[in-house]
């Protein structure tokens, strides 16, 4: 069964600060990765798409990182500001071969809060 | 603004009644993707539709159905609804329908409440 965990669940740093959130997943056969975030009561938005052959991609503060071997992605937000606040979204796309489209698996997230 | 609208945005109905909620993709968008989110649950996807057709089926309940209009607008219809179906229903958008990098753009949501 593809699967996508994140951690940690929740996390709360100082404003300014740096942070690294993980996605571990074991969706088959991989496609893509993607982060989104998502502020509370909004729909999610997309910050990074990976494909098997990206390591890094970067978004302005935030750089997502993916390890296709190791099946492991993170997203490092830098010198964080208050409107880093927010859910942040691992979301896996594997092909559905019987199906022959594309499925896209969700992680729960991971709530961020950024205090002054 | 993402360019996707959903009405209603909120609704609050009884247990065993029929909803239908409605979603307009971007313009030149021409792939429709419902997601459900619980509380405290990840995004579930539904379905999508491309072009009218139905393109890909996710964990969606029998008693859920949807369609996607010659407009491209697409309507999620939810019926002999439960106390467990309350949650945020998004719709997203993109151009295309099976290339998995085209980028999706999710609507403001619209927030079911089952009593």
């Known amino acids: 069964k593809n699967q996508v965990e994140q951690s940690p669940q929740s996390l709360i740093i100082l404003e300014g600060k740096n942070c690294t959130l993980q996605?571990?997943?074991?969706?088959?056969?991989?496609?893509?990765l993607r982060w989104y975030k998502q502020d509370t009561g909004r729909g999610p938005v997309s910050l990074t798409i990976?494909?098997?052959?990206?390591n890094t991609k970067s978004n302005g503060r935030y750089t997502a990182t993916l390890d296709a071997d190791t099946k492991q992605s993170s997203l490092h937000i830098t010198a964080s500001q208050l409107s880093d606040s927010a859910s942040y979204i691992c979301?896996?796309?594997?092909?559905?071969?019987?199906?022959?489209?594309?499925?896209?698996?969700f992680g729960k997230g991971t709530k961020l809060s950024v205090i002054p | 603004d993402s360019g996707v609208t959903q009405t209603p945005k909120h609704l609050i109905t009884a247990t065993g009644q029929r909803v239908t909620l409605r979603c307009s993709p971007r313009?030149?968008?021409?792939?429709v993707y419902w997601y459900q989110q619980s509380l405290d649950q990840g995004l579930q996807f539904l379905i999508q539709?491309?072009?009218?057709?139905?393109?890909a089926k996710g964990n969606i309940l029998e008693r859920f159905s949807a369609q996607q209009f010659p407009d491209l607008h697409s309507e999620l219809n939810l019926s002999s609804l439960e106390l467990g179906d309350s949650a945020l229903y998004f719709c997203?958008?993109?151009?295309?329908?099976?290339?998995?990098?085209?980028?999706?753009?999710f609507g403001p949501g619209t927030r079911l409440t089952v009593t």
């Open positions: 997203a958008s993109s151009v295309g329908g099976s290339e998995p990098t085209y980028e999706q753009y």
């Open positions: 996605c571990n997943y074991t969706v088959s056969p991989f496609s893509n």
């Open positions: 990976m494909t098997f052959s990206e």
């Open positions: 979301v896996v796309s594997a092909l559905d071969l019987g199906a022959g489209s594309y499925q896209l698996t």
């Open positions: 313009s030149g968008d021409l792939s």
């Open positions: 539709y491309y072009n009218g057709e139905e393109r």
